[in-house]
């Protein structure tokens, strides 16, 4: 058995918070239910019953799940990190993705705890009638996903080599505020699918499809944090990344092929415009991954250059999928290539109509600045300052640059739209020649950087 599940498991019964949070959120279960019903019997109001109580039970579970112990499992993860209070993920001798697992089966099995307490109350609302079985099966079915999909994003948060306590406080305590935003969303959305009684239709044959295609997304989505959580753990010497970008590849290349069975299996004759629209969360991801990858080492690890192949493909495949400050960016630029090379073929594809692209401005936009950042400190910088907060700095001076920008277009002052500006009305996409432009012009600087980087990877003689 895991050995970092077990000690998790340990040190979560002999914790007295978490006993205390058990203890108290039966407590809350049994007085929301018991007022609620007596309210309810008061008035003389049968009516939906039980959907409102397992709105409330489902709400109370959620925000168990979905908040208290992702943040729980950041907090503890955190603390594990410090310098001052090291653990056994930097003495024992046990891969990484044990510890990712053991964090992750930890939080699964303190969820299962909860969710059994509020099992008989999910079975009372069935009774009093307004719900049923499927609803109840596919309600936390979308819950334990997005569970997951939470705790593996904040095990990621608490891993990851964020700058200074400051900085990471405040990251950490910014992704706890938006959960809890997307917590709030979450209820409303499935208060307003109950009302509608449109939860059990997730299966039936004409959406099949599309939650099958829900469920990949959410697999992807977890994937591409599980792996992250890896590489995380790992030692920084080492050829970390190489799991997570492997992934994401392949991610890159399964999300056309389901699109294509999508379209036999639909009959609907629409993969060119799905391969568009999934081209858009595609390039910001991409652009996103580009910034990140500007905060990484800029020189190879001797064990990176002992581990080198010697042959060109195998350097070539070890260096792009390798750690790597110009092999994660050229890596970046290529998916964002190819993702906007599949979202144009419904414009160049034969028997196809023209058009302009949609919603890929701003992530083109951030490119160019993540680009223009690395430039600057690879010439003028880089024996003075580490990058390892370039991607911060690539952030705020992008959000910063916009909202001066608006700020001068709202004014008057500069035409509108704005070249360099995040905050754009993507429906017309007229900047989006531009922001290509602004790309190609640094892409033509920062391609010898990207060859003189290949060619000192390779192991010494």
Sequence with gaps: MNPILLKELRQGI?????????????????????MYLAKAYGDLNFDGM??????????????????????????RLSRERWVANPD?????PLPASAFALGKLGSGAALAGLFTSAAAPFCFLSYFLGGVDIPGLAVSFLLLALIFILALSAFILLGIAPLPGKFGRAAIQLLATGLLVVGFALMVVHDSLVFEAGEVPLFFERDRLPR???LLFAGLSVWAVFFTGAIAGFRAPGSNRMRPFRVTVTALWALWPAWFWVWSRIDGVPGFLHMLHEWS???VLFASLLLVFASGERADFSPRQLEDAPRTIAGRLFAWLFGNGQMSGMAWSLLLMGAALLMGTAKFWWPG???????????????????????LAWRFFLKGKYSNASLWIFTMAAAFIISIILSALTAVEVLPDPCLGTLFVDNTLDTLFPHSVFWSMLLLIAFIPLVVQDFVRFKKRA
């Design 14 to 34: 002999r914790n007295r918070f978490v006993l205390g949070a058990y203890l108290l959120y039966i407590l809350a279960l049994l007085l929301a239910t018991g």
């Design 50 to 75: 039980g959907r409102t109580l397992f709105q409330m039970v489902f709400a109370l579970n959620g925000f168990v799940l979905c908040v208290f112990i992702p943040v729980q499992t950041l907090v």
């Design 88 to 92: 056994l993920q930097f003495v024992a």
């Design 211 to 213: 939650t099958l295609s």
């Design 280 to 282: 858009v969360p595609a």
């Design 352 to 374: 196809h109509g023209h058009g302009v692209l949609t919603y890929h401005t701003t992530p083109l936009t951030m490119a160019a600045y993540a680009l223009t950042s690395t």
